[in-house]
T-cell receptor, first 109, second 115 residues
Framework: LAKTTQPISMDSYEGQEVNITCSHNNIATNDYITWYQQFPSQGPRFIIQGYKTKVTNEVASLFIPADRKSSTLSLPRVSLSDTAVYYC??????????FGKGTKLSVKP | EPEVTQTPSHQVTQMGQEVILRCVPISNHLYFYWYRQILGQKVEFLVSFYNNEISEKSEIFDDQFSVERPDGSNFTLKIRSTKLEDSAMYFCASPSGLGGAYEQYFGPGTRLTVT
């Protein structure tokens, strides 16, 4: 199971683009990269998933370099409601999610 | 977005009592998961359930815990004799069916407080 490392916390201001980088040096060939968001007292919520290059959906973009040893979640023009904990997960088998401590993003007005 | 529901939203119990947490996952899904999150800590996997059997469980999921699917829609997590350290948020989750197990829909959680 690939270990992930991400910053414990980040601060931003409304309207800015936020990039959260996750390191996963021992990612396996079959592993996908998945990001979740969690608000206080709520369950985690799936944001985006990718394998390589770039993935974009209505919420975020995910950038994965060719070596796949890291990934960057990009949140465009954040608002106060984007204040949450963001988790990077990497695993390949059809099974449970292994969460790390995540990155606590604080968006200020 | 498909909805996973959980009841109760908050359960207060005394140490040593049995509690049953309920979940109604996304219909027609064969895989279900239970996770817990102690206040201020990370989300931890407890158990996965596939086709009416435990598929995988963590070391947290000891003999005090059990899971059942008593009928076609409900999914329960039972803690037989609660301990203070069982106080946590308990989440059930269903995979989306589109993104594989990576994309799971989590319920709102049950806050268990053991006194």
């Amino acid at each position: 199971l690939a270990k992930t490392t991400q910053p414990i916390s980040m601060d931003s201001y409304e309207g800015q683009e936020v990039n959260i980088t996750c390191s996963h040096n021992n990612i396996a060939t079959n592993d996908y990269i998945t990001w979740y968001q969690q608000f206080p007292s709520q369950g985690p919520r799936f944001i985006i998933q990718g394998y390589k290059t770039k993935v974009t959906n209505e919420v975020a973009s995910l950038f994965i370099p060719a070596d796949r040893k890291s990934s960057t979640l990009s949140l465009p023009r954040v608002s106060l409601s984007d204040t949450a904990v963001y988790y990077c997960l990497v695993f390949g088998s059809q099974g449970n999610l292994i969460f790390g401590k995540g990155t606590k993003l604080s968006v200020k007005p | 977005e498909p909805e996973v529901t959980q009841t109760p939203s908050h359960q207060v119990t005394q140490m040593g009592q049995e509690v049953i947490l309920r979940c109604v996952p996304i219909s027609n899904h064969l895989y279900f998961y239970w996770y817990r999150q102690i206040l201020g800590q990370k989300v931890e996997f407890l158990v996965s359930f596939y086709n009416n059997e435990i598929s995988e469980k963590s070391e947290i999921f000891d003999d005090q815990f059990s899971v059942e699917r008593p009928d076609g829609s409900n999914f329960t997590l039972k803690i037989r004799s609660t301990k203070l350290e069982d106080s946590a948020m308990y989440f059930c989750a269903s995979p989306s069916g589109l993104g594989g197990a990576y994309e799971q829909y989590f319920g709102p959680g049950t806050r268990l407080t053991v006194t």
